[in-house]
């Protein structure tokens, strides 16, 4: 008898599992509890805004009990009340141009399954996405393990990711692309960015949006941080919606652009797996959308839940004033922590986390302590993929302490690392603790 062989997807994606899979394992088997595990792993990885978690905890505790029709099948799409929800928040906080409907709106289990519809939906297998780099770690598999699109990362200087010299990048990614006969359909955005944490300026959105046009390519502009923007200074890039740009066609067929939101993000809810698409100018994609939208359901309660704690405008509205409160403090903590010990970092206004690159000398000393190298090789030591690595592991099993390593986000460089500052007071606390004492003293 012959053995019986999963799909070429399916042995695709058993080759494919992520760097930090096995950060999940440690932190699963000795994680952090202050009552019941103390020195176990802290995780400042994952983008959870835990600031708001004793708010939410209560709220959604007071909402609703279990009813009859939350036994049944719901609108896999999401029903006209939910929808009609999740409408009034962008037109209270988007400024869109024209008012969002809920017939504009797709829900979906979160947007994970959203970027993996799209990708359906706009790709045929081996099509290329083109995505700028450093980027959200998931997104490849997000588009590649079932649609079988191509993630494909424009690589770029650090220093021209917020500029619109990038575009030189992308053309030269086209190129190539078409030489080998392949074709990219999708240009996929993070505005704010993952992992940088800023917005990026209008004239590098509307370089993207042209560049878009040249190529015939759809744009997604993924806005789940819109609501974690925590410093509007005067100096600073503002987020601007894509919503709310009046001239939008004068860049780029609408029609092409698609933009993402949902409920982990800005309004802590990881675990409830929500999230949507918005396409105000595509009825076509979102006819697909609604097709596929059996595949992303959510149980009723979830939906119903989720409707009334939306429908309590004072009460979301007062949420997210308090989460960039509590954000904007637990950012300047961290960026306080980086300057006073020499750590590089991106500064950020937006989001839950700090982009940051461990001093040289961070390096030196855990290779040392592990008997990697001598004393005097100490001085000659330079960041590779290889030392982030092992750095990146000792800080889990030694200091206890997760942060993802830059080459989970495509990072060009060795030694970043994202740190998440989104936790709660006393975890952030005991985070900067032990970095502290395990890298610099």
């Not at 819109?226 to 740009?245: G, I, K, Q």
């Not at 001598?374 to 990146?392: D, I, P, R």
């Not at 989104?422 to 502290?436: G, M, N, V």
Request: glycine share 6%.
């Amino acid at each position: 008898m012959h053995a019986l062989e999963l799909s070429t997807g399916a042995l695709a994606a058993l080759k494919k599992e992520p760097i930090i899979s096995k950060a999940f394992s440690w932190i699963g088997q000795n994680g952090y509890s202050k009552d019941t595990n103390p020195q176990g792993i802290i995780n400042a990885g994952i983008a959870a805004n835990k600031t708001i978690t004793p708010l939410l905890v209560d709220k959604l505790n007071s909402l609703a009990k279990v009813i009859d029709s939350d036994l049944e099948y719901n609108s896999p799409q999401g029903g006209p009340e939910l929808r009609g929800e999740i409408a009034n928040m962008f037109n209270r906080h988007f400024n869109p141009v024209a008012p969002v409907i809920p017939d504009d709106i797709v829900v979906t289990n979160g947007c994970t399954t959203a970027i993996e519809m799209l990708a359906f939906a706009t790709c045929e297998p081996g099509d290329r996405i083109l995505i700028p780099t450093p980027c959200y770690a998931a997104l490849d598999s997000d588009m590649s393990a079932r649609p079988q699109a191509r993630a494909t990362m424009v690589e770029m200087p650090l220093e021209e990711t917020m500029c619109v010299s990038q575009i030189t990048y992308f053309e030269r990614a086209i190129a190539e692309i078409e030489a080998r006969d392949e074709r990219a359909k999708m240009l996929f955005l993070m505005s704010p960015h993952n992992p940088l944490g800023v917005s990026y300026p209008k004239p590098v959105l509307r370089a993207f949006f042209e560049f878009a046009s040249r190529h015939n390519l759809f744009v997604v502009v993924d806005e789940i941080y819109a609501l974690s923007v925590f410093d509007r200074s005067d100096n600073v890039t503002p987020f601007e919606s894509v919503l709310s740009w009046p001239d939008l066609d004068a860049y780029i067929d609408p029609s092409a652009v698609i933009v993402l939101h949902g409920l982990s993000k800005d309004f802590g809810l990881n675990g409830f797996r929500m999230g949507w698409i918005l396409s105000p100018w595509n009825k076509q994609l979102l006819g697909a959308l609604k097709n596929y939208s059996a595949f992303g359901y959510r149980p009723a309660y979830t939906d119903r839940m989720i409707t009334s704690l939306l429908s309590d405008h004072e009460f979301i509205d007062n949420l997210l004033v308090t989460s960039q409160k509590l954000l904007a403090e637990n950012y300047k903590q961290t960026a306080d922590f980086c300057t006073s010990n020499g750590i590089e970092f991106i500064p950020c206004t937006a989001g839950h986390f700090v982009w940051l690159r461990l001093p040289v000398r961070v390096c030196a000393k855990t290779l040392q302590a592990l008997g990697r190298i001598t004393a005097a090789e100490a001085s000659k030591v330079q960041w590779s993929m290889y030392n982030e690595l092992v750095v990146w592991e000792n800080l889990i099993c030694n200091e206890r302490v997760y942060m993802p390593p830059g080459q989970a986000f495509s990072s060009v460089e060795g030694g970043w690392f994202r740190l998440t500052f989104s936790i709660s007071k006393p975890e952030l606390d005991l985070t900067l603790d032990r970095l502290s004492r395990g890298c610099f003293l």
